[in-house]
Protein backbone atom coordinates (compact mmCIF):
# COMPACT_ATOMS: atom_id res chain seq x y z
CA UNK A 1 0.00 0.00 0.00
CA UNK A 2 2.65 2.58 -1.39
CA UNK A 3 1.83 6.10 -0.81
CA UNK A 4 2.33 7.37 -4.34
CA UNK A 5 0.39 10.45 -3.59
CA UNK A 6 -1.14 12.24 0.19
CA UNK A 7 -4.32 13.70 -1.58
CA UNK A 8 -6.57 12.09 0.45
CA UNK A 9 -4.73 11.99 3.85
CA UNK A 10 -5.42 15.32 5.12
CA UNK A 11 -5.04 14.45 8.65
CA UNK A 12 -2.78 12.29 10.16
CA UNK A 13 -4.00 10.65 13.08
CA UNK A 14 -1.70 9.28 16.02
CA UNK A 15 -2.81 7.50 19.31
CA UNK A 16 -1.83 8.48 22.46
CA UNK A 17 -2.88 6.30 25.52
CA UNK A 18 -2.11 8.52 27.93
CA UNK A 19 -3.93 11.86 26.47
CA UNK A 20 -6.99 9.69 25.35
CA UNK A 21 -10.29 10.02 27.49
CA UNK A 22 -11.86 6.94 26.20
CA UNK A 23 -9.42 4.21 24.75
CA UNK A 24 -6.98 4.20 21.47
CA UNK A 25 -9.35 2.27 19.95
CA UNK A 26 -12.56 4.52 19.67
CA UNK A 27 -10.46 7.42 19.12
CA UNK A 28 -9.09 5.09 16.02
CA UNK A 29 -12.76 4.47 14.64
CA UNK A 30 -14.04 7.96 15.38
CA UNK A 31 -11.09 9.14 13.49
CA UNK A 32 -12.32 7.08 10.76
CA UNK A 33 -15.54 7.55 10.99
CA UNK A 34 -14.42 11.56 10.60
CA UNK A 35 -12.80 10.90 7.21
CA UNK A 36 -9.20 10.12 8.79
CA UNK A 37 -6.87 7.82 5.95
CA UNK A 38 -3.83 7.17 8.19
CA UNK A 39 -3.53 6.30 11.68
CA UNK A 40 0.12 5.20 13.86
CA UNK A 41 0.40 3.54 16.99
CA UNK A 42 2.52 5.02 19.17
CA UNK A 43 3.58 4.01 22.57
CA UNK A 44 6.50 4.33 24.71
CA UNK A 45 5.44 2.91 28.34
CA UNK A 46 4.20 -0.30 27.43
CA UNK A 47 5.41 -3.93 27.20
CA UNK A 48 6.40 -5.19 23.79
CA UNK A 49 3.57 -8.22 24.07
CA UNK A 50 0.95 -5.08 24.93
CA UNK A 51 2.20 -3.13 22.33
CA UNK A 52 1.52 -5.91 19.87
CA UNK A 53 -1.70 -6.95 21.09
CA UNK A 54 -2.79 -3.36 21.05
CA UNK A 55 -1.36 -2.84 17.19
CA UNK A 56 -3.23 -6.25 16.22
CA UNK A 57 -6.51 -5.14 17.30
CA UNK A 58 -5.91 -1.09 15.88
CA UNK A 59 -4.65 -2.99 12.43
CA UNK A 60 -8.47 -4.53 12.21
CA UNK A 61 -9.71 -1.39 13.08
CA UNK A 62 -8.09 0.22 10.47
CA UNK A 63 -8.39 -3.13 7.90
CA UNK A 64 -9.66 -1.68 4.26
CA UNK A 65 -10.40 1.78 6.12
CA UNK A 66 -7.65 3.78 6.79
CA UNK A 67 -3.59 3.11 6.35
CA UNK A 68 -2.08 1.91 10.05
CA UNK A 69 1.32 2.64 10.59
CA UNK A 70 3.90 1.74 13.75
CA UNK A 71 6.36 4.27 15.45
CA UNK A 72 9.56 3.06 15.88
CA UNK A 73 8.90 -0.65 16.49
CA UNK A 74 9.73 -2.80 13.23
CA UNK A 75 9.10 -6.12 15.22
CA UNK A 76 5.70 -4.82 15.76
CA UNK A 77 4.95 -3.44 12.74
CA UNK A 78 6.19 -7.18 11.17
CA UNK A 79 4.37 -9.02 14.23
CA UNK A 80 0.48 -6.76 13.58
CA UNK A 81 1.11 -6.84 9.42
CA UNK A 82 1.12 -3.05 9.85
CA UNK A 83 1.09 -1.00 6.30
CA UNK A 84 4.26 0.30 7.76
CA UNK A 85 6.62 2.63 10.31
CA UNK A 86 7.51 6.14 11.29
CA UNK A 87 11.03 6.70 12.32
CA UNK A 88 13.04 9.95 13.61
CA UNK A 89 16.54 10.64 13.01
CA UNK A 90 17.93 9.01 16.18
CA UNK A 91 15.74 5.44 15.59
CA UNK A 92 16.70 2.36 13.38
CA UNK A 93 18.19 3.61 10.10
CA UNK A 94 16.30 3.88 6.86
CA UNK A 95 18.23 1.02 5.51
CA UNK A 96 17.80 -1.37 7.88
CA UNK A 97 13.92 -0.38 8.20
CA UNK A 98 13.49 -1.12 4.50
CA UNK A 99 15.52 -4.34 4.35
CA UNK A 100 13.65 -5.78 7.24
CA UNK A 101 10.14 -4.29 5.83
CA UNK A 102 10.56 -5.01 2.56
CA UNK A 103 10.10 -2.55 -0.90
CA UNK A 104 6.25 -2.14 -0.62
CA UNK A 105 5.60 -1.00 3.28
CA UNK A 106 5.67 2.34 3.97
CA UNK A 107 8.21 4.55 5.68
CA UNK A 108 8.15 8.29 7.23
CA UNK A 109 10.54 9.54 8.74
CA UNK A 110 10.64 12.79 10.55
CA UNK A 111 12.93 15.71 9.58
CA UNK A 112 13.91 18.86 11.29
CA UNK A 113 15.49 20.92 8.68
CA UNK A 114 16.30 21.51 4.86
CA UNK A 115 18.85 19.74 4.63
CA UNK A 116 17.45 16.29 6.24
CA UNK A 117 14.53 16.97 3.73
CA UNK A 118 16.12 16.48 1.37
CA UNK A 119 18.79 13.86 2.49
CA UNK A 120 15.03 11.49 3.35
CA UNK A 121 14.39 12.31 -0.19
CA UNK A 122 17.57 10.85 -1.37
CA UNK A 123 17.08 7.75 0.84
CA UNK A 124 14.04 7.18 -0.69
CA UNK A 125 11.52 7.65 2.23
CA UNK A 126 7.81 7.51 1.40
CA UNK A 127 6.63 10.78 3.38
CA UNK A 128 8.18 13.23 5.87
CA UNK A 129 7.20 14.42 9.16
CA UNK A 130 8.44 17.84 9.70
CA UNK A 131 8.99 18.96 12.91
CA UNK A 132 7.80 20.67 15.31
CA UNK A 133 6.37 23.56 13.99
CA UNK A 134 5.11 25.28 16.99
CA UNK A 135 5.83 24.60 20.65
CA UNK A 136 4.63 21.41 21.32
CA UNK A 137 3.87 19.94 24.73
CA UNK A 138 2.71 16.15 24.13
CA UNK A 139 6.51 15.36 23.31
CA UNK A 140 9.08 15.60 26.48
CA UNK A 141 12.13 15.45 24.02
CA UNK A 142 10.62 17.99 21.47
CA UNK A 143 13.25 20.50 20.15
CA UNK A 144 12.75 23.66 19.95
CA UNK A 145 10.33 25.00 17.09
CA UNK A 146 11.50 25.41 13.56
CA UNK A 147 8.61 27.63 12.10
CA UNK A 148 6.22 27.60 9.27
CA UNK A 149 8.32 28.80 6.60
CA UNK A 150 10.24 25.71 6.41
CA UNK A 151 7.38 24.50 5.32
CA UNK A 152 7.48 26.76 2.12
CA UNK A 153 11.46 25.66 1.75
CA UNK A 154 10.66 22.06 1.98
CA UNK A 155 7.89 21.86 -0.82
CA UNK A 156 10.28 23.74 -2.90
CA UNK A 157 13.11 21.65 -2.97
CA UNK A 158 11.68 18.12 -2.10
CA UNK A 159 9.02 16.06 -3.83
CA UNK A 160 7.97 14.35 -1.05
CA UNK A 161 4.38 13.76 0.73
CA UNK A 162 4.64 16.73 3.90
CA UNK A 163 3.36 15.92 7.39
CA UNK A 164 3.49 18.76 9.37
CA UNK A 165 3.64 18.43 13.03
CA UNK A 166 3.79 20.07 16.64
CA UNK A 167 1.26 22.61 17.91
CA UNK A 168 -1.14 22.70 15.36
CA UNK A 169 -4.82 23.33 15.92
CA UNK A 170 -7.37 24.70 14.04
CA UNK A 171 -6.56 28.27 14.64
CA UNK A 172 -3.25 27.83 12.65
CA UNK A 173 -3.87 25.33 10.16
CA UNK A 174 -4.67 27.25 7.36
CA UNK A 175 -1.67 28.63 7.16
CA UNK A 176 0.45 25.25 7.85
CA UNK A 177 -1.64 24.04 4.76
CA UNK A 178 -1.73 27.30 2.34
CA UNK A 179 2.41 27.36 3.01
CA UNK A 180 2.81 23.49 1.17
CA UNK A 181 1.90 20.86 3.78
CA UNK A 182 -0.17 17.73 2.72
CA UNK A 183 -1.42 17.20 5.82
CA UNK A 184 -1.28 17.31 9.43
CA UNK A 185 -1.12 15.83 13.02
CA UNK A 186 -2.57 17.39 15.91
CA UNK A 187 -2.30 15.28 18.90
CA UNK A 188 -3.34 17.32 21.71
CA UNK A 189 -6.33 19.43 20.21
CA UNK A 190 -7.74 16.38 18.97
CA UNK A 191 -7.73 14.22 22.04
CA UNK A 192 -7.71 16.84 24.90
CA UNK A 193 -11.88 17.82 23.08
CA UNK A 194 -14.55 16.02 24.55
CA UNK A 195 -15.66 15.20 20.77
CA UNK A 196 -12.58 13.05 18.86
CA UNK A 197 -14.79 12.40 15.62
CA UNK A 198 -16.12 15.93 15.20
CA UNK A 199 -12.63 17.67 16.23
CA UNK A 200 -11.31 15.75 13.35
CA UNK A 201 -13.76 16.48 11.04
CA UNK A 202 -13.45 20.12 11.90
CA UNK A 203 -9.44 19.83 10.99
CA UNK A 204 -10.71 17.79 7.85
CA UNK A 205 -12.66 20.23 6.22
CA UNK A 206 -10.77 23.38 7.44
CA UNK A 207 -8.04 21.46 5.09
CA UNK A 208 -10.28 20.68 2.53
CA UNK A 209 -10.77 24.07 2.16
CA UNK A 210 -7.75 25.46 2.14
CA UNK A 211 -6.33 22.91 -0.69
CA UNK A 212 -9.58 23.77 -2.83
CA UNK A 213 -7.89 27.13 -2.83
Known amino acids: MKLTKFNNF ?5 TDSELSKESIYSDTENAIKA ?15 EMINE ?17 DYIDIALACNADGIHIGQDDVSYETARTL ?3 DRIIGLTVHSLEEAIDAEKLGVDYIGLAPIFK ?13 DIIKTVRKNV ?5 AVGGINKNNVNEIILS ?12 NSNDVYNEIKDFIDIIKRCKAK
Open 136 to 148: TGTKEDARDPIGV
Open 180 to 191: GADSVVSIYAVL
Open 101 to 103: LGK
Open 35 to 49: GCKIVQYREKNKSKN
Open 159 to 163: NLPIV
Open 55 to 71: AKRLKKICEGKATFLIN
Open 10 to 14: DFYFI
